[in-house]
């Protein structure tokens, strides 16, 4: 993905971690203003997928392509910072609040809290361990969104709020690019 490779280098630069929100925000939305593909993202019907663009031990660049109607389960981010920037399409995300502390290893109490609608260039942070959402595409149409993760999303919980109970999955991809990033000098 050519369009993403000065972000990636200015992420090399300087990881996420080490910029404030404000920055990350502007860095995001400067350099996916003239958004376009260079190819087309592996699909799936009534779901999302997840491309990886770039990962180093500092962050990771994602890709995620919902289908009109995909959600994902409610979810947390493993502790880690994510940034996420709608790049086409619109995305409803649903935020929910964790009324436990986490004591007990596979319970947990959430509860739905505000729901918020993404267009193009919309930009979503979470943070912290027990910062939840859910995210879907609208039932108009499909969208696409970049994920900017620090560090790599190795672990994360997803939440069953019906039965008060949350597992750990592992974050995977449906597809992995290599980008050839110039070196920084």
């Known amino acids: 993905m050519p369009m993403l490779r000065p972000l990636i280098g200015d992420l090399r630069d300087r990881a996420p971690l080490m910029r404030t929100t404000r920055e990350m925000a502007e860095l995001l939305t400067s350099a996916c203003e003239s958004w376009s593909l260079d190819r087309p993202l592996l699909a799936r019907p009534n779901a999302y997928t997840r491309t990886c663009v770039y990962k180093d031990r500092d962050f990771e660049v994602l890709l995620l392509n919902w289908d009109a109607g995909a959600a994902s389960a409610v979810h947390d981010h493993g502790g880690q910072h994510c940034w996420m920037l709608v790049l086409d399409g619109q995305l409803r995300v649903d935020d929910y609040a964790r009324l436990d502390r986490g004591e007990r290893a596979g319970i947990a109490q959430i509860e739905a809290r505000d ?51 949350c597992h750990t999955v592992l974050g995977t991809y449906d597809e992995v690019l290599h980008p050839e990033i110039p070196a920084l000098h």
């Not at 993760?149 to 039965?163: M, Q, S, W």
């Open 115 to 165: 729901s918020h609608l993404l267009e193009a260039g919309g930009l979503d942070l979470r943070q912290g361990r027990f910062d939840l959402h859910r995210v879907a595409a609208t039932k108009d149409g499909p969208a696409l969104s970049l994920h900017v993760y620090a560090t790599p999303l190795r672990a994360f919980a997803i939440y069953d709020e019906a039965a008060s109970r």
